[in-house]
């Protein structure tokens, strides 16, 4: 077992915005442990990504990737297999709500936008897995998706729809396991606690969630720091996760465990 060795391995990474995102700390840790990265990005978005790629270690390309085109999945994986002919992991961070889908807009949103949603934030995932299959389990050390969700176990007021993709990319995430462990290719993801990104801003009921992850994760929370998210997203793409599929690993400070609001919070010591 070769454990958290990435030397010489190739990842697709997804979802790059700005430095705060948590596909760019992990795109980073990536190259800092002597990985190949390439990002995918598409529209207006695309010259953020560029921007932001350039203050990576190594500054990588950047392949165009609607989820929401067919073609643009199948061109991808064409240029990726021309690049490298194999392809050890790749993270889908891709998900969008209309802004009718969340804000407590739930029994109003009508249903192109919950189609929408639901093709960036969750089909999206099934495609991208299916498209790269044959590079991923081209590789001799077998393939790794993973991919970013929040706790749907229980509602989050404002999430709304989003909440709703989240619980679903969890189930096509383990029926990805199913059908894509015979080829030695795994599927995970990690659920975060709220981060202060582009998307994070879309939810008008973001503060008062951190502020509540802050103040009752056992482990204690920071809503600044994505960081907090990588190294769960690096151990589930490394050579120790073998094995593991189908699963949700949490790294929210251990507020899924907790039932908060009762009692007191959690006392630290100062300064954490």
């Not at 991808?76 to 998900?95: C, I, M, N, T, Y």
């Not at 998706?145 to 007021?157: C, H, Q, W």
């Not at 995430?173 to 990690?190: E, I, K, Q, S, T």
């Not at 600044?224 to 599929?245: C, I, K, M």
């Amino acid at each position: 077992m070769t454990g958290l060795d990435f030397k010489g391995r190739r990842y697709l990474v997804t979802g790059v915005m700005n430095q705060e995102s948590i596909a760019w700390h992990v795109a980073a840790a990536l190259q800092r442990e002597g990985a190949e990265i390439v990002l995918s990005s598409f529209g207006r978005a695309a010259r953020i990504t560029r921007k932001s790629a350039a203050l990576l270690p190594t500054t990588p390309d950047v392949l165009d990737l609607d989820v929401t085109d067919e073609a643009c999945f199948a061109a991808v994986s064409a240029e990726l297999g021309r690049r490298w002919g194999a392809l050890d992991g790749v993270l889908h961070s891709v998900a969008h709500a209309p802004a009718d889908a969340v804000g407590g807009a739930f029994l109003s949103t009508p249903a192109d936008s919950a189609l929408q949603g639901f093709q960036v934030s969750t089909y999206s995932l099934q495609r991208l897995a299916a498209s790269l299959a044959p590079l991923l389990t081209a590789g001799e050390h077998g393939g790794s998706v993973v991919g970013i969700t929040v706790d749907s176990a229980r509602t989050l007021p404002g999430y709304d729809w989003m909440g709703v993709f989240k619980a679903s990319l969890e189930a096509v995430a383990r029926y990805l396991a199913l059908h894509l462990g015979p080829l030695g290719v795994r599927v995970n993801l990690v659920s975060s606690g709220p981060l202060e990104t582009l998307s994070a801003r879309g939810v008008s009921t973001f503060d008062a969630l951190a502020e509540h992850y802050e103040s009752w994760a056992p482990l204690g929370w920071d809503r600044t720091d994505p960081e907090q998210v990588v190294g769960a997203v690096l151990f589930l793409l490394s050579d120790l996760a073998t094995r593991t599929t189908g699963q949700v690993l949490h790294a929210d400070g251990g507020l899924h465990a907790v039932v908060g609001g009762i009692g007191e919070p959690p006392r630290r010591p100062s300064g954490e």
